[in-house]
C-alpha cells in the first residue's frame, strides 16, 4: 500500500477520511480535491439533512446524437453548498430528462431543475472501454454518496427522475 501524502482538507476544517480516500480510484481522488472550498461531505449531508432534503441520483444510458450515446448522471433536490459541490465536479443545471430518447434541455423556467453530468462515448466504442466507463462512474457515485442524506439508497441505476419531483 502507497502512503497517502496528503489528503484533502475542506472549508469547515475537516479532512478527508484517509480509508475513503485509498478505496477511492484516481478519478473519486481527484473529485475529492476540486471540492475543498466547500464544506466536506458530512458537513454538507447534515446541512441538507437539517433542510429535510434528501437529494436522489438517477444514473442512465441516453442516446444523445446519431452516432454518440452518454453515461447520464442527473441529481434532484439540490441546494447550498451541494450545487457548489457539483457545480466544482463537472455538472452543470438542466432541465430533468424524461426517458433514453429524451434528454432534458436548457434550465430556464423549470422548478424542478436538475445537476447533470454527461460521458459521451461513440456508439462503435469497443464494449470494454464503455464497461470501464461504466466502473469510472460507479466510483464516482461512491464518492458523491458520501454526501447524501441516504447515501447508497439514493443512487439509481437506469432510472430517471419521476415526473413532478
Ligand atoms: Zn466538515
Redesign the pocket.
Known amino acids: 500500500m502507497t502512503a497517502v501524502k496528503s489528503l484533502p482538507v475542506?472549508s469547515?476544517?475537516?479532512v478527508h477520511l484517509i480509508d475513503a480516500y485509498e478505496r477511492a480510484d484516481d478519478h473519486s481522488q481527484t473529485l475529492s480535491w476540486a471540492a475543498t472550498t466547500l464544506?466536506?461531505?458530512?458537513?454538507?449531508r447534515e446541512g441538507l439533512m437539517s433542510l429535510d432534503l434528501s437529494p436522489q441520483v438517477y444514473v442512465n444510458l441516453q442516446q444523445l446524437s446519431p452516432g454518440m450515446a452518454a453515461f447520464v448522471i442527473e441529481v434532484s433536490e439540490v441546494v447550498q453548498p451541494l450545487d457548489g459541490v457539483l457545480d466544482l465536479t463537472g455538472y452543470s443545471r438542466r432541465a430533468p430528462s424524461k426517458d433514453e430518447l429524451h434528454p432534458g434541455g436548457d434550465a430556464f423556467d423549470v422548478p424542478c431543475a436538475v445537476w447533470r453530468k454527461e460521458y459521451w462515448f461513440a456508439n462503435e466504442t469497443e464494449p470494454m472501454h464503455v464497461i470501464a466507463l461504466l466502473r469510472h462512474l460507479k466510483q464516482e457515485m461512491r464518492w458523491l454518496e458520501t454526501y447524501l442524506p441516504a447515501g447508497e439508497r439514493a443512487v439509481h441505476f437506469a432510472d430517471f427522475v419521476p415526473p413532478n419531483n
Open positions: 475542506y469547515c476544517g475537516h464544506p466536506c461531505s458530512k458537513c454538507c
